[in-house]
Structure formats: C-alpha cells, structure tokens
C-alpha cells in the first residue's frame, strides 16, 4: 500500500521483523566484543541457511550488540518463528558448550507496518519489536536460568496469527503473555518459557559470503 504526503510517495509495508541482542554485551572488552559480533553474524547465517532462508534478501539494521532485521514480504512467518528459531536456539548452543566465554542472546519478532527511511525502517513494527526486546520479563528470564542461550519473545498478534494456528513448530503451550509498558504505551507479547532442551550437535558451517549486513534499501521498498 501507498500514500502521497508532505514527503512525497510513501511505501508501506507489513514485515516480519526481529531484533536479537547480546546479553552483558558492554561488559566485555573490545576483543571479545569483537569476537561476539563475529560469531553471532556467522550463527544467524547458519540458522538461515538450515531453515531454508536467504539472508541476502533482508534488510539488517546492526548495532555493537545485535541487529534488527527486516525480512522480505514473501517469507514463510511460521518458518521463521518456529523452524528458524531452533535452528538459531541448536547451533547457539553447540557453540556455548565449547566457548569459554558463551554468547547468550535476546531475541523478539513482530509481524507489522513499517516503511524505509534514509537512517532504517520507520513505523510500528520496529518500534514494538525494539520494545519487547528491552522487556524486564525476557531479560529476567535469561538472568534466573543461566542454563539457558535464548530466550525468545514474540507479539501478541504473533503469538495469536502464527504460532496458536498449529503451522508453527512451537507449542503454543509453552508461552506465557507479558504486559510491557514503555514510555506511556503499553504493549503485549508472550514469552517462551519452556524448560531449555538441550541440543543435538550441529556442525557450524561457515558464513556464506554476500550477507545482508549494512544493507540500506528494504528489500521490495523503496529508499
């Protein structure tokens, strides 16, 4: 859909979006900042390849400590937010069984409107995802269980759309809903509260060269 306004022809598009962050990222040192970075690109890379994904044809916002990315209009959501996320959960915790310092991640998806703009994507969707990432219920979560690599929240309307409808892989049973409230607005999501199951082995391939990282337009927007 579209619209013409004081800023001219404007796109507006509804995503799959995700947010995922290191855990006590600032309290490493630049080396391991480094390290961490380098490692989680190449475990989302593995996750994507695995489930089928082209990582090439989503949008990535980076930061030090994660990315939010925009994935492309045709994705299959219910592969992303079940398949894709144990996929990310096995391979994440493969590595942490052999690293000495592990990488523990935050991670939240949002199924909204947003539209390109020239510093990222502007709209809903990335704001209420960005909100559910800093939620105190999901780093608490990771905090209490310290045998835990990710802990995982998604919308209420993702929760509701995608995961309840039984094409997803996760069982709606193990969500909890949350309430999150964040400068003046309150927003809803659900947290996966399962029990950590650990994973079979999975051999961590390498990246695949041409990643998505640092890419400005959306793919199927408009710059």
């Known amino acids: 859909m579209s619209c013409t306004n004081g800023f001219g022809n404007v796109r507006l598009m509804y995503r799959l979006v995700m947010a995922v962050d ?3 990222y600032s309290a490493r040192d630049a080396r391991e ?28 916002q980076v930061s030090g400590d994660g990315e939010l990315a ?3 209009e045709d994705v299959d959501v219910s592969v992303v937010v079940g398949d894709f996320t144990r996929q990310l959960e096995t391979i994440l915790g493969e590595f942490n069984r052999k690293a000495a310092t592990r990488l523990r991640l935050r991670v939240a998806m949002h199924h909204g409107t947003l539209t390109p703009g020239p510093f990222g994507p502007a709209g809903d969707a990335p704001i ?3 909100r559910l990432l ?4 999901l780093r608490r979560l990771l905090a209490d269980e310290q045998d835990r690599d990710l802990a995982l929240i998604v919308s209420q309307s993702l929760y509701q759309d995608v995961i309840r409808t039984g094409f997803c892989s996760l069982d709606p049973e193990e969500f909890q809903p949350v309430r999150v409230n964040a400068k003046g607005i309150q927003y809803h999501g659900f947290v996966r509260r399962t029990e950590h199951a650990r994973m079979a082995p999975v051999a961590l391939r390498a990246a695949a060269a041409g990643g998505g990282v640092g890419l400005i ?3 199927g927007g408009r710059a």
């Open 33 to 60: 900042q480094l390290r961490a970075q380098t490692e989680l690109h190449r475990i989302i890379n593995v996750a994507a390849q695995n489930t089928g994904l082209d990582q090439r044809e989503w949008y990535e």
């Open 128 to 130: 209420v995802v960005s």
């Open 134 to 137: 800093d939620a105190r219920p």
């Open 70 to 72: 925009v994935l492309p």
């Open 217 to 219: 337009a959306i793919p």
């Open 22 to 24: 290191v855990e006590k």
